[in-house]
Structure formats: C-alpha cells, structure tokens
C-alpha cells in the first residue's frame, strides 16, 4: 500500500513575497537595447557634440588601442 503525501496548505516562504515585476522594468532596458543597437547599425545617426580637443585625442587613442 502506497504511502499518503501531505501538501502544504501555505506557502513555503513566509510574509508573501511578491516576486512581479513593473512593465517598465522589462520596457526601459528593452528600449535602451534597441536605442543601442540602432546607433550600431548606422553610426551615421550618432553626432559626437564639439568638445574639449583633449577628450576628442582620449577617445580617439582609445579606439586605436581597441581595434589593434
């Protein structure tokens, strides 16, 4: 004869954690991806403002370093 099993009538973890998320939660990091993805794809779009030489030279030995 099989043994009975007993279920809880409650849930296991105490004070009822409420694990649902907001909808913009899951919205903004969606439309920063595609905000990103779309700079990627036509890097034409993206305008660099006109700043300090100095920090235009810093980007700019940066990016000969990173696709060396």
């Known amino acids: ?6 279920t809880r009538p409650h ?3 105490p004070g009822g ?7 913009w939660a899951l919205a903004l990091p969606a439309l920063a991806f595609v905000a990103l993805l ?3 794809l036509n890097p034409a779009d ?7 030489p100095a920090v ?3 980007f ?3 990016q000969q ?3 060396r």
Not at 1 to 6: D, F, G, K, R
Not at 17 to 23: H, M, N, Q, T
Not at 46 to 52: E, M
């Open 56 to 58: 235009t030279r810093l």
């Open 46 to 52: 993206a305008h660099a403002a006109a700043g300090d």
């Open 38 to 40: 779309i700079l990627i």
């Open 1 to 6: 004869m099989p043994a009975l099993t007993h």
């Open 17 to 23: 954690v409420d694990i649902r998320l907001p909808w």
């Open 11 to 13: 849930p296991a973890t």
């Open 65 to 67: 370093l990173v696709t």
């Open 60 to 62: 700019e030995r940066v």
